[in-house]
């Protein structure tokens, strides 16, 4: 799999190894802003790394709760420069959305700000009326195993890097469907929800979502959006996570490294009930 254009940045560094010191060519996630705008009006800069923008621009407005479906977007487009070269702004149309640019900003960081108390960032999650995910979605935990070394080969950035987030989509059997990287967790989540937004695959109701890192509550809030029923991290959730996870019917697993994994929430889908 080929790295997206400008992911990567090339640079000169000065190795110390065992009083060995050398001048070598290193690697670099490339770091970048994007500015997202509706209808003409700026809504968020993010920094993200270049790469499956226009994903990262429509996973976001899905998972903040600014639209509902691939319906509502008329049009998504990379703004390009004079000189030919892709500016850093994404411009989306909406229809059925009403469209207060400024309101729609306090509304979006609202919802974004990690400084929300647990009882009002659940309430506002409530509000938005997202539905529990399905809760016939069943997997085999031998197939959960599987899945952390199947995202770690297919993470060309990282490899080359070792600086970014990955978040990945599974099937019922395992199979990648997509995965995406970027220098920011939540940014990976809505690149590869955003893949299946504009591919028309949601809701995500038979898949399986793999995220490195930890497992936030934000992320829990995203998987929702997109109907997934079964979110795993390769570290731990965070308590606010495991609350909203419990109570909205996710499956939560975390520390899925090697042989062993913790489910904090929806054990039903991928443990045996007889134990």
Known sequence: MRPPERSIELTQVTEWDDRNVRSIQDSLAAEEPLEIRVGGSPLTVTMRTPGNDLELAAGLLLTEGIIQSRDQITSIRSTVQQNGTTANIVEVDLKDTPFDSADLQRNFFAASSCGICGKTSIGA??????????????????????????????????????????????????????????IGRHNAVDKAIGWALLEGRLPLSSHVMLVSGRGGFEIVQKALAAGIPILASVSAPSSLAVKLARELGVTLVGFLRGRRFVVYAGEFRCLPVDR
């Open 125 to 182: 999650i409530r509000r938005r009326d997202l539905r529990p995910p399905d809760p016939a979605f069943r997997v085999d935990p031998e197939m959960l195993c599987a899945l952390p070394e199947r995202l770690r080969t297919q993470q060309e950035v990282f490899s080359r890097t070792g600086g970014l987030h990955a978040a990945a989509l599974f099937d019922k059997t395992g199979a990648v469907l997509a995965l995406r990287e970027d």
